[in-house]
């Protein structure tokens, strides 16, 4: 029973921040629950630290200290402004950031795109004289979208890609999610061109360049990210062969990672790790694990979502419950019992998750980290204009992956 009470304690907490005037953090919501899981006995402390996936926390550990070394070297900046450099009107340009938003968001936690990207949206805003709202909701929903196809695109996809067992992770998302996010990301533009026809008129655009700040640090974070995309490739191949990969991804990430060590910004990089979030892992999983040694949790569990094993049934499941228990959280629950599940179930279970965050600047993490800092530079971010397009686009992209995954 005790499991049962801190899962719904921890949940229910979790629903009034986000739905009503609570103002605390998910992270110290899951902290909290996770402590209370302990001290009520509802697991012990030793099976609450084996209940942690080391794996799931160094992969974002390191994905978060490469991601803080392109962003602090403006190296990521830079190569967003080489991409968009031949826009020259303002439905290249919107469409050029859901894009390249969507692709990057693939390759690096989605959390990461929406720190750096928000300054850069608003400078583009600035610098063409368009509406901020036009490229803040372009860069969130190129963030989300794209984060669809990858197995480190976003947190809920890494808990699929590890905890499911699935085979060769990184192919399974691009062949069976990647044509339809790419489709899914046009999508994305058409909806905001629909939604918002009078924030396009504008003249030619020119866009300035952005210089590199710190090209050691730069050099250094590419290093990284090149060793990361081979040890990929090299997992990719190993799998393809039949042989077993040499490194699991928590531990690709570190050693893509150890370069950036060496920078002399190495302390201000660690500091700039999201703390919290790696915090909110650890606890959610304690939780989690508390509350499946609960009888009345695993059946009651089973009679909400246990039916619901079709990609179609998964993709409508996922996506409404993602709106009230937050998507990370949701997918944890959901994993097992999707035990023994196809492919196309787990990745249905990935989709519905993720463009769920499209329907509620709430739904996503990396929506909210938009929302607050488009607001410290003082431009504000409505809800009503979020739902306007978020709505009509999470139906349509949500019959796309529909439509591929059955």
Do not use: K
Request: glycine residues 8%; proline residues 6%; charged residues 10%.
């Amino acid at each position: 029973m005790a499991g049962l009470a801190v899962l719904v304690a921890t949940f229910g907490l979790v629903l009034l921040r986000r739905l009503g005037p609570l103002r605390l953090a998910i992270w110290q919501v899951m902290a909290a629950g996770a402590a209370a899981a302990v001290l009520t006995g509802a697991i012990g402390p030793a099976q609450a630290l084996r209940a942690i996936d080391l794996e799931v926390i160094a992969f974002l550990a390191g994905m978060f200290l490469i991601g803080e070394g392109l962003a602090r070297s403006g190296l990521l900046q830079a190569g967003a402004h080489a991409l968009l450099a031949r826009t020259r009107s303002a439905d290249g340009l919107v469409l050029g950031v859901v894009l390249t938003s969507g692709v990057a968001s693939a390759l690096l936690m989605n959390d990461t795109l929406a720190v750096v990207g928000t300054p850069l949206a608003l400078h583009l805003a600035r610098e063409h004289r368009l509406p901020p709202r036009l490229l803040l909701l372009a860069l969130a929903y190129g963030i989300t979208t794209g984060s669809v196809m990858s197995p480190i695109g976003n947190p809920q996809n890494l808990l699929i890609a590890t905890q499911a067992a699935l085979p060769q992770p990184f192919l399974a998302f691009l062949a069976g999610l990647g044509p339809a996010t790419l489709l899914a990301l046009l999508l994305a533009w058409l909806v905001l061109r629909l939604a918002f026809p009078g924030d396009f008129r504008t003249g030619p655009l020119t866009l300035r360049p952005v210089v590199v700040s710190d090209r050691r640090l730069a050099l250094l974070a590419a290093f990284s990210m090149a060793i990361l995309v081979v040890l990929v490739l090299g997992r990719i191949a190993l799998a393809a062969s039949g042989l077993a990969a040499p490194l699991p991804l928590g531990a690709m990430a570190l050693v893509a990672a150890a370069p950036l060590l060496a920078s002399p910004r190495r302390r201000e990089l660690i500091r700039g790790i999201d703390w919290h979030t790696l915090l909110f892992f650890a606890c959610l999983f304690i939780v989690v694990a508390a509350a499946w040694r609960s009888p009345l949790v695993r059946a009651g569990v089973e009679a909400i979502a246990g039916p619901a094993r079709t990609p179609a049934a998964v993709l409508a499941v996922s996506a409404g419950l993602s709106q009230v228990l937050s998507n990370v959280p949701l997918v944890a629950l959901y994993l097992p019992l999707l035990h023994g599940a196809g492919t196309e179930t787990l990745l249905a279970l990935a989709a519905g998750s993720t463009v769920a965050g499209n329907l509620l600047f709430l739904g996503a993490a990396s929506n909210v980290i938009i929302v607050q800092r488009a607001a410290r530079a003082g431009q504000r971010l409505r809800q009503r204009d979020f739902v306007r397009a978020g709505a009509p686009l999470t139906l349509l992209q949500l019959l796309l992956y529909w439509a591929f995954l059955r």
